[in-house]
């Protein structure tokens, strides 16, 4: 009972926020709002008994992305601009109501194949387990350090003042 | 009532709508990156919903959804740098007068 009243409450919660990123005029307030969104998630996260995630998700997501969002909102200075919606409004919001409608409808017509199975009590050692051992999943994590070498250089060469 | 998988794929499901309708009708840049930021998490709700419900033991879905919480911090820190370098040669962000390779 607990579990279904936590559900709805992080349902309504990240709906709420995000469709506030999407309305909201005020940049500012739409970051904060997103923050809001990856804490539902998080919450999200714990309720599918997935704890790590939910740890990195508030350490990567509301600890590292939307530090750099909200750093980048300020270094611009369009927050006088606002947010406004383009003249694809109608059409946008057409594509995205049919998306939605489309994925709901295949979702509640298949019939998915539910393990019985109870999932452990915890999962950071069954996911280092997966992620390190010779048969899992250790050629993505060696590459994976590549991928961020090549964003911190890229991110650092984007950003340099060329004109020194 | 029991929340079930379809409880969690209905919810991912609204949550990346909401996040296609955002980045394809802002003006804002890094709104529209923040849009895609919610597209990314409402997958890994899915991607965690199916490793729960459908292979609890195998926690497969929950290693992608790592590797896609790795990918997606790459793609804002890239994407924020190159819209901080468009506004500094182009004194805006507003994504509909970025046209520099529109002809």
Partial sequence: MGQVIAFWVFAVAIIGAALGVVLLKNVFRAAVLLVACFFGVAGIFILLSADFLAAMQILIYIGAISILVILAIMLTREVAFGSPSNKFQIPAFIIAALFCTGVIWAILNTQWQISSVAPGATTTSGLGVKLFSKDGFILPVEILPTVLLATILGAIVLVKDRKK | ?103
């Fill in chain 2, 1 to 103: 009532m029991t929340i079930g998988l379809e409880h969690y794929l209905v919810l991912s499901a609204i949550l990346f709508s909401i996040g296609l309708y955002g980045a394809l009708a802002k003006h804002n840049a890094i709104v529209i990156l923040m849009s895609i930021e919610i597209m990314l998490s409402a997958v890994n709700i899915a991607l965690i919903a199916f490793s729960r419900f459908i292979v609890p033991a195998e926690l497969t879905g929950q290693i992608f959804a790592l590797f896609a919480m790795t990918v997606a911090a790459a793609e804002t820190a890239v994407g924020l740098a190159i819209i901080i370098s468009i506004y500094r040669n182009k004194e805006t962000i507003d994504a509909n007068k970025i046209d520099l390779m529109k002809w």
